[in-house]
């Protein structure tokens, strides 16, 4: 068995959770808040192809829409595979989002930094949409 290293990075936004899981559980809006998912969404079948950061081709399959606040996603590049764990729940009267990201055996440290800082980016860019 491997367990790897994991982060968990959060935000905690001004508005009730369900309003804030109806939006971020659209795959068009991720492009407006997830710069580090990618760019260039367009729907094939069960999947979404978009660009990751880089222009790189990707493509991403999302949890159905659920009552548990659940935002999981897949996202298929070249030969790898990249599961990631987001939760939207209640925060009193708001919301907290959770997003799970795991050190990789090919992540350096470097990178693993790098990707932390880039998920937070994108949750402080979805609360600021959010909170306007």
Do not use: C
């Given at each position: 068995?491997?367990?790897?290293?994991?982060?968990?990075?959060?935000?905690?936004?001004d508005r009730d959770w369900r309003e804030v899981y109806d939006f971020?559980?659209?795959?068009?809006?991720?492009?407006?808040?997830?710069?580090?998912?990618?760019?260039r969404f367009e729907r094939s079948g069960e999947e979404w192809a978009?660009?990751?950061?880089?222009?790189?081709?990707?493509?991403?399959?999302?949890?159905?829409?659920?009552?548990?606040?659940?935002?999981?996603?897949?996202?298929?590049?070249?030969?790898?595979?990249?599961?990631?764990?987001?939760?939207?729940?209640?925060?009193?009267?708001?919301?907290?989002?959770?997003?799970?990201?795991?050190?990789?055996?090919?992540?350096?440290?470097?990178?693993?930094?790098?990707?932390?800082?880039?998920?937070?980016?994108?949750?402080?860019?979805?609360?600021?949409?959010?909170?306007?």
């Amino acid at each position: 068995m491997t367990i790897y290293k994991s982060r968990i990075i959060t935000v905690s936004i001004d508005r009730d959770w369900r309003e804030v899981y109806d939006f971020a559980s659209i795959p068009e809006n991720f492009q407006r808040w997830a710069a580090g998912l990618g760019r260039r969404f367009e729907r094939s079948g069960e999947e979404w192809a978009a660009e990751d950061p880089d222009g790189r081709p990707i493509r991403i399959r999302f949890s159905r829409p659920n009552e548990f606040g659940v935002l999981d996603h897949i996202v298929f590049a070249e030969d790898k595979e990249t599961r990631n764990a987001v939760r939207v729940v209640p925060n009193g009267t708001g919301a907290e989002v959770m997003f799970v990201l795991l050190r990789t055996p090919d992540m350096t440290e470097e990178i693993f930094a790098a990707d932390a800082d880039a998920v937070q980016r994108d949750l402080n860019t979805l609360k600021a949409m959010l909170e306007r």
